[in-house]
């Protein structure tokens, strides 16, 4: 059973920075090292839109809104994926999903709450 867990979310003025977590303490490393990562941030009445993404190689990819701000690490020894979110803005206020796509399925977390006050 794959459990993703997430960390880091929280209450923050404008210009300041968060780092959010994404574990699966319970795989193996080789699975985990396997598999591709993504933050997803959701807002009331609108989908969930994608923020950032690591791929098992360490390829990344992100929102326009965010280029530049934030990073997207894949910690394998730790079996952790990190979003280091820096100046931080009221429009990136949501719920942050971490989404593992771990051969072929997909696993959402229940996600992290992100409000930034400006």
């Known amino acids: 059973q794959v459990h993703v867990a997430e960390s880091g979310g929280g209450l923050v003025q404008a210009g300041g920075s968060l780092r959010l977590s994404c574990a699966d303490p319970r795989v193996i490393l080789s699975v985990f090292s396997s598999d591709n990562v993504a933050w997803y941030r959701q807002t009331p009445g609108n989908l969930r839109e994608l923020v950032a993404s690591v791929t098992s190689g360490g390829g990344t990819r992100y929102a326009d809104s965010v280029k530049g701000r934030f990073t997207i690490s894949k910690d394998n020894a730790r079996k952790r994926v990190l979003l280091q979110m820096n100046n931080l803005k009221p429009e990136d206020t949501g719920v942050y999903y971490c989404?593992?796509?771990?051969?072929?399925?997909?696993?959402w977390g229940q996600g992290t709450q992100v409000t930034v006050q400006g």
């Open positions: 989404n593992i796509d771990r051969r072929g399925s997909r696993y």
